[in-house]
């Protein structure tokens, strides 16, 4: 269910109801009578919806995490704020940019609408930009041609598995961050498995050792943390300009580990 067009509802059913008391109805009444119960709870709501309207769409969007896609840098359970006009200010509802801000940087966690089912918002780092060749072969990322540097860290404990992954520090850009990669075998293989079409296919030549992909114009690569536990523009493709939610920045509660609040890379 789409959140901001419920606000987006309450927004305008609650402000005619104002309106209405406030211009009209209000003048009408005796001076003694009580206000209808319709009257009092959508005008006095009114300001309360508007204001959080306001600052959901504009200012910052609390998410939960529900999955291990972006561990260790983001944990199932975490609450999260995402930065809504970092990328520009876009009209909510329909998510149109009226305003140029800033634009996506590799490195980024970025919130975005799924290409395959715009209804459900993801989150994953941009790692290629518009005219990018990323290469993941190997298990390592490469971009135009230039092999992203990453130094090993102690390994990671996966408590829901009880096994111990390979951590790695990765720079992009300006940003260094940690990832999982596990060891290539038949459960973590190199190549890619069951791709799903998506447009500028084309652009994207997958073979036993990863894939090497051409970013279109106006499009993002994203990848996941948890690399080999991670589905992401390896599997689904490129994420279109018009799909961004958000930059996210900030870990403002998890219920199982309350050290976890903070900012984040």
């Known amino acids: 269910m789409n959140f901001a067009l419920i606000l987006f509802v309450l927004v305008i059913v609650t402000g005619i109801i104002w309106c209405l008391d406030h211009f009209w109805l209000k003048k009408r009444r005796p001076a003694d009578a009580r206000d209808p119960w319709w009257v009092e709870y959508g005008a006095s709501f009114f300001p309360v919806i508007l204001v959080v309207f306001c600052l959901r769409s504009f200012v910052a969007e609390p998410f939960k995490i ?5 561990i260790p840098t983001l944990h199932v359970g975490d609450f999260i704020l995402v930065n809504k006009y970092a990328y520009g200010v876009r ?7 009226i305003i140029e801000v800033g634009s996506p940087q590799r490195g980024d966690v970025m919130v975005f609408r799924y ?3 715009p209804s459900l918002d993801y989150i994953k780092r941009v790692v290629g930009l518009p005219g990018d060749r990323i ?6 990322l490469s ?7 990453v130094r090993p860290l102690d390994d990671f404990l996966d408590k829901d598995r009880l096994t111990y992954v390979p951590r790695y520090a990765e720079t992009l850009g ?6 999982l990669v596990e060891p290539e075998s038949p459960e973590a293989p190199a190549f890619i498995r069951q ?4 447009p500028f296919r084309e652009n994207c030549l997958y073979n036993a050792e990863g894939v090497v992909c051409e970013v279109p114009a106006g499009h993002y690569f994203m990848m ?10 390896r599997f689904w493709g490129f994420v279109p300009d018009e799909n961004i939610v958000g930059r996210a920045f900030f870990i403002w509660f998890n219920f199982n580990d309350l050290q976890r609040i903070g900012a984040f890379h």
């Open 195 to 198: 791709v799903a079409p998506f």
């Open 135 to 140: 290469a993941y072969l190997n298990k390592r």
């Open 66 to 70: 529900p999955s291990g896609s972006m």
């Open 224 to 233: 996941g943390d948890n690399r080999d536990n991670s589905r992401d523009s």
């Open 174 to 179: 300006n940003v260094e961050h940690q990832i």
């Open 143 to 149: 971009i135009n041609g230039v092999e992203v540097p």
């Open 91 to 97: 009209l909510p509802v329909i998510n149109k940019k």
């Open 115 to 117: 290409p395959e089912n």
